[in-house]
Nanobody
Framework: QVQLVESGGGLVQAGGSLRLSCAAS????????MGWYRQAPGKQRELVAS???????NYADSVKGRFTISRDNTKNTVALQMNSLKTEDTAVYYC????????????WGQGTQVTVSS
């Protein structure tokens, strides 16, 4: 089992910055993808950004150039630096860890609220 604990959400004005962090613990296979998803009220959960254990990143078009995902494989942590925040970034942000080998798995954190005010 893997546990994911997020931190760093909060309230910020438009144009401001926030940094989300997620720490993974438990049995973590070396080859994995860690990522951040978000879900706004009345909307489906969507991918914000992901990063493989090898460092390959992927971003949603809506956050490219504003958000940066990073990870520390030695500490099993992933972070999301969010700059130039917009009101439409308001959502609950969830940390996620996926593996394919040696077993397929999909773990989620409890979520952290990010609210961007105008």
């Amino acid at each position: 089992q893997v546990q994911l604990v997020e931190s760093g959400g909060g309230l910020v004005q438009a144009g401001g910055s926030l940094r989300l962090s997620c720490a993974a613990s438990g049995t973590i296979f070396r080859l994995n993808v860690m990522g951040w998803y978000r879900q706004a009220p009345g909307k489906q959960r969507e991918l914000v950004a992901s990063i493989t254990s090898g460092g390959t990143t992927n971003y949603a078009d809506s956050v490219k150039g504003r958000f940066t995902i990073s990870r520390d494989n030695t500490k099993n942590t992933v972070a999301l630096q969010m700059n130039s925040l917009k009101t439409e970034d308001t959502a609950v942000y969830y940390c996620n860890l996926k593996t394919v080998v040696p077993v397929r798995s999909d773990y989620w954190g409890q979520g952290t609220q990010v609210t961007v005010s105008s």
